[in-house]
């Protein structure tokens, strides 16, 4: 099964003003809450509907509901046309009665991400991270040319380690004689369904990775004008 990730083409973002034209009630919306004293998480939450000027509304799944609340900054990130859109608005308010809902702010404008497609793979392939003063094992939940979606067995182990360097060990692949071991970043931490997940880029080679895993990584989509 072959799920899509994005990445930059190379083109500055544009700021543009903010339109529902496009937009549909299931829609996809990713939301990165804003945080001073606790690591930025990222849900997974759906389109309801909107009124013009005044909110939108949000359904995000029933064991994340508890980590939102009013007044809270937030980043909404959704795809539409090919397009990745962005803006920061705030949390107006929630409902857990009859429905578990977000009310955000209606934004005045949003960033096109001038991002492009580009092909990861779900996998189910056992790994382990390496920091400089700890390590975990876990699963790679996808896996593409430039990066990963890693969830530790124990997340607790990993505690505000985004922006922290990596090496990505792969104990049942290798290279000759050699483990598979991967340098990378860790981008982001994510709330899961399962659990926290780590957004990972890869800042080495992965052909190998991506060879022994019969994947193809030279599959990648043009940008959408």
Known sequence: MVEQAYIK?????????????????????DVEIESQIKPQLRCRTTLVGWRK??????????????LFSAQSYVILRYLVEGQIYAFKTRILTTTGNPEKLI???????????????????????????????????????????????????????????????????????????DVLKIPAIIRNQRMLDSGMGLGIQFTGSVEAVMKLLMLDTSSTAEPID
């Not at 083409?9 to 919306?29: H, I, M, Q, R, Y």
């Not at 909110?55 to 995000?60: A, C, D, Q, T």
């Open 9 to 29: 083409d190379g083109t500055d973002p544009v700021t543009e003003p903010f339109s529902t034209a496009a937009l549909n009630p299931g829609l996809s919306v």
């Open 53 to 66: 000027d005044k909110y939108l509304v949000l359904r995000p799944s029933d064991s994340q509901f508890h």
């Open 103 to 177: 009310f955000c702010y209606y934004p005045e404008q949003v960033t096109n991400l001038r991002l492009r497609q580009h092909v990861r793979y779900a996998t189910r392939l056992f790994a382990q991270l390496e920091l400089a003063n700890n390590s975990a094992e876990g699963l790679i939940l996808d896996i593409s040319a430039s990066g990963c979606q890693f969830l530790p067995s124990q997340s607790d182990t990993l505690k505000q380690v985004s922006g922290s360097k990596v090496n990505v060990v792969f104990p049942f692949l290798r290279q000759g004689k």
